[in-house]
């Protein structure tokens, strides 16, 4: 029995060194490749680079609509001595977000191009952590007043411009109009319809949205509050948080949250569980961004193809809003190739490649031209509606801050104590307000 | 002449040295390097923080690009400002050029700002930190800061006060710039035990701590109870008993995210199966409790890390069974004592330094814990399972801070170091009773 025993540990040890070795093995000669070519490029200078071949790694988040794909493809074609890998980050933004800090901080030129959260650039900037672009946009001559004018702000910081719009988010209410006749105007009509359709067409819920301790709760917050008129950070940098507006919206979300027709689970809800509740057909109402349209009308995934609506999120006191998201492509300050990386980036946020992102991936583009195009129109009938378009360009923006991560901290914990029942909306707009305050102040 | 000798106590200090230097290298170090950090308020996304400085020092990476542009705009306003506003830009100059020339009279800065100034020419990144900061006179910063800051203000005054619209661009341009310079000119960020201050009156930083106590706690103490039991039923003969050995084994061996991610499945209050069947047999409230309330949250946690770290316990506890004689059971047959006597009498006693050993690992593991909250709650809901690990990870890698998330690993470290202090007096008065005297 001992022997056995001590096999089997031998056994797993040798396993594990194996795959040490192996992993090892494979990042050497990864790193020793693309050193040998980064020193061949330095010697021969300028065009002869063009024959050499260079290998970019391009990072992102999770696309479950293999949009990405066929950009790379298209690129590859085009530039055929530029290849393109690409490296999965993880869904969470946050989690992509601290990967790239720590891979940043250390000065790694393992990734070259890498997309960003529409909340990013102001904190890499400062942080040293990305490559200015303007002198490549004006060497290339980009129009960058063709890109919609707040994503193009989004990407700047300190008067110059560090990403480039790739393509625009704002969260929108997804309806099904099989269902539905009329979609809900305000929060309490939506409360009403929801929980008065709820089990119409063998669906489940009523309403599903992200109330999971992570950004997105935070972009489904300020959607609530901003309804109502409230605001956290004005545009004089100061915190107001705590004022009657937000600790009504606060508590709209409260309510949402802890009625009957949403899941038990709501606060393990991300997108991803949003995206695939919906697109079975197990709800009658959906807070989530563009991309949700594309889904639900793939016939290979969706269950509910072609009865899908959308409309504006409900209105409280204030109007209607729209938490303003997207993503950005920033190159890396320590990359070892950035003319390739720009090429590819450029590329990417370009025209063609927008329009590919759009028509399969079903994300709005950020170049205003995009929406004429007959292709995109026809991809989605979301691009051919200018209520859409309109949403878009009116969409409210996350608080912009350089310590937006410990912002966004804040407001998660708060906010999911509130949902749990472990404080009052009052509380929790007073905690914020001297947090952030604090926050602010060191 | 006498002959350099050590003698025997010397000798054995000498034979010891080599593992004394291994210990201060491997574990003091590090610990010695976390508490200097948490001295400093030391951020890595805040270029005005992002060095460790006792002096004031100069960023010249940015002071040379930007001094740069400082002497193109002020030509531009002095071809464009007439009269008050005019003399004010000459004046700017003059302060702004004295402050450069003194700053490179020294030789060697001025050798590096030359340097860095031709690579910022090629748009190099400047990585080296020893060429991109350099130390100088606390109070000559102090004084060019505060010019810089006087001068900014005064631009951003004149413009404010200026009718004509593209003159009172520039200045606030200029102004702007100025400001942005004096943030180059980099104060000391050295500030004692202001850090552990803040720490201590810090409501998360002790909720996050009883967490993780009672976590411990609870884990450990499932974990040692059901660790025994399997440790006995193991150790005794029966058919089969290799196979039972193996696969008790097999929770430890998976790696704890994989095992996390697994049991964010079985714990899913719509499809997982484990949240299902407790809801059935009214263990829960409902199947959605285990995620989304904060008891249930902890409960979820600690029910996992018992599943997972058991089978360690018990090894350890079986490796401590085997040693006991098997005569000594026999003996107490012989005296007529029943199984709860024998093991109350003969096993426990026995076996109370393999499990003071098995506690020892298991509570300074459980007080640790990262992985497995990371990945099955991320600290929350309602941040009731974040442990000091998980805080201290989301300040320095989210957040970046430095400083302060180095004060939350000296407190895990002064935590872990009292845990261990404890264990090995009761282990060391137990163990090396006999072998002292």
Same mark, same amino acid.
């Not at chain 1, 050499?52 to 990405?68: K, L, M, N, S």
């Not at chain 1, 980009?142 to 004018?149: G, K, R, T, V, W």
């Not at chain 1, 809003?321 to 720009?342: D, F, Q």
């Given at each position: ?186 929060? +309490? ?45 004005? +545009? ?207 | ?79 464009? #400002? ?146 025994? #039991? ?29 095992? #996390? ?177």
């Amino acid at each position: 029995m001992e022997q056995m025993k001590r096999l089997l540990l031998v056994g797993i040890i040798s396993v594990l060194a194996i795959f040490v070795v192996a992993c090892n093995g494979e990042s050497t000669s990864e790193t020793d490749n693309t050193e040998g070519t980064s020193d061949e490029e330095t010697t021969s200078e300028g065009n002869e680079s063009a024959s050499e071949e260079v290998t970019i790694v391009y990072a992102r988040g999770v696309d479950t609509t293999g949009a990405i794909d066929l950009v790379i493809e298209a690129f590859e074609e085009k530039h055929p001595h530029i290849n393109v890998e690409l490296r999965e980050m993880p869904a969470d933004t946050g989690q992509s977000h601290d990967q790239y800090v720590t891979m940043f901080s250390s000065q790694s030129s393992e990734v070259d191009v890498f997309d960003a959260d529409v909340i990013w650039p102001a904190e890499f900037a400062q942080a040293n952590y990305a490559l200015e672009l303007d002198r490549f946009i004006e060497r290339d001559s980009i129009d960058m007043d063709a890109y919609f004018p707040g994503t193009v702000q989004a990407a700047n910081f300190n008067g110059k411009q560090w990403a480039m719009p790739k393509f625009t988010d704002a969260g929108m209410l997804y309806y099904r109009s099989d269902i539905v006749e009329e979609a809900p105007e305000t929060w +309490d009509e939506l409360i009403e319809q929801a929980s008065e359709l709820q089990g119409e067409e063998g669906t489940e819920f009523g309403y599903l949205m992200q109330a999971a301790q992570y950004e997105g709760l935070v972009c489904n917050y300020i959607e609530f509050i901003a309804s109502y008129g409230g605001q956290v950070i004005d +545009d004089d940098n100061n915190v107001v948080v705590n004022s009657p507006e937000t600790v009504k919206g606060l508590e709209k979300l409260t309510e949402v949250v802890n009625s009957d027709f949403v899941p038990d689970n709501i606060l393990n809800f991300m997108e991803t569980e949003t995206e695939n509740a919906w697109i079975a057909g197990d709800a009658v109402f959906a807070r989530n961004w563009p991309y949700l349209q594309a889904s639900s009308n793939d016939e290979e995934r969706s269950s509910i193809v072609g009865n899908v609506d959308i409309a504006p999120l409900p209105a409280g006191d204030e109007g209607h809003a729209a938490t303003l998201g997207g993503w950005m492509g920033m190159i890396n300050r320590y990359s070892e190739h950035p003319e390739e990386a720009w090429e590819f980036l450029k590329f990417m946020t370009g025209e063609e490649g927008q329009k590919i992102i759009a028509v399969h991936g079903g994300r709005a583009p950020t170049l205003e031209a995009l929406y004429e195009d007959p292709e995109v129109k026809e991809a989605g009938p979301l691009f051919a509606n200018p209520e859409f378009v309109n949403v878009l360009q009116s969409a409210v923006p996350r608080p912009v801050s350089p310590i937006y991560p410990e912002i966004s901290d804040i407001m998660q914990i708060e906010i999911s104590k509130v949902l749990t029942g472990d404080q009052s909306a009052e509380e929790a707009a007073e905690n914020m307000q001297s947090k952030m305050e604090e926050a602010m102040g060191d | 002449m006498k002959k350099f000798q050590l003698n025997e106590k010397q000798l054995g200090y000498a034979m010891i040295l080599p593992s004394l230097l291994l210990v201060i290298v491997v574990t003091l170090w590090p610990v010695a390097q976390s508490f200097y950090n948490s001295l400093f308020d030391y951020r890595l996304n805040d270029p005005t923080r992002s060095q460790k400085m006792l002096n004031a020092n100069i960023d010249l990476e940015r002071y040379v690009d930007n001094y740069f542009y400082i002497d193109g705009q002020l030509s531009d306003l002095e071809g464009n #400002a007439e009269g008050d506003q005019l003399e004010a830009v000459q004046q700017a100059r003059e302060a702004i050029e004295g402050y450069h020339q003194e700053l490179t009279s020294d030789a060697e800065i001025n050798a590096k700002i030359e340097q860095i100034d031709e690579m910022l020419m090629n748009f190099e990144p400047i990585s080296d930190s020893e060429l991109k900061y350099t130390k100088v006179d606390n109070d000559f910063a102090a004084d060019y800061r505060g010019a810089l800051e006087n001068i900014s203000a005064d631009f951003l005054s004149i413009a404010d006060s200026t009718d004509n619209e593209q003159l009172a661009q520039s200045f606030e341009q200029t102004g702007s710039l100025l400001a942005g310079t004096s943030d180059n000119i980099l104060e000391s960020n050295f500030i004692g035990f202001a850090n552990y201050t803040k720490y201590f009156q810090d409501q998360r930083m002790w909720q996050s701590l009883w967490n993780t106590f009672y976590f411990t706690v609870v884990s450990v103490g499932f974990e040692l109870v059901l660790g025994l #039991a399997i440790a006995l039923l193991i150790n005794r003969a029966f058919k089969g008993r290799g196979i039972v050995r193996a696969s008790v084994l097999i929770p430890w061996a998976i790696p704890t995210a994989v095992a #996390a991610m697994m049991w964010g499945f079985l714990y899913d209050g719509q499809t997982g199966i484990v949240a299902h069947y407790f809801e059935k047999l009214n263990i829960i409230p409902s199947a959605s409790w285990l995620l989304s309330t904060s008891d249930g949250g902890m409960f979820a946690i600690i029910f996992a890390d018992v599943w997972k770290t058991t089978p360690y316990m018990a090894l350890l506890l079986l490796a401590g069974l085997q040693t006991i004689p098997n005569s000594l059971y026999e003996a107490s047959n012989v005296d007529g004592a029943n199984k709860w006597q024998q093991f109350f009498k003969i096993t426990l006693p026995l076996l109370k330094s393999a499990i003071l050993v098995a506690l020892l690992f298991r509570t300074l593991d459980a007080f640790r814990v990262f992985d497995l909250i990371y990945v099955l709650t991320g600290g929350g809901p309602a941040n009731a399972t974040e442990s000091i690990s998980v805080y201290a990870y989301v300040t320095l890698f989210s957040q970046q801070n430095f400083g302060e998330g180095s004060v939350l690993s000296v407190i895990v470290f002064l935590c872990v170091a009292l845990i261990s202090f404890i264990y090995v007096r009761l282990i060391g008065s137990d163990l090396f009773a006999g072998r002292t005297k």
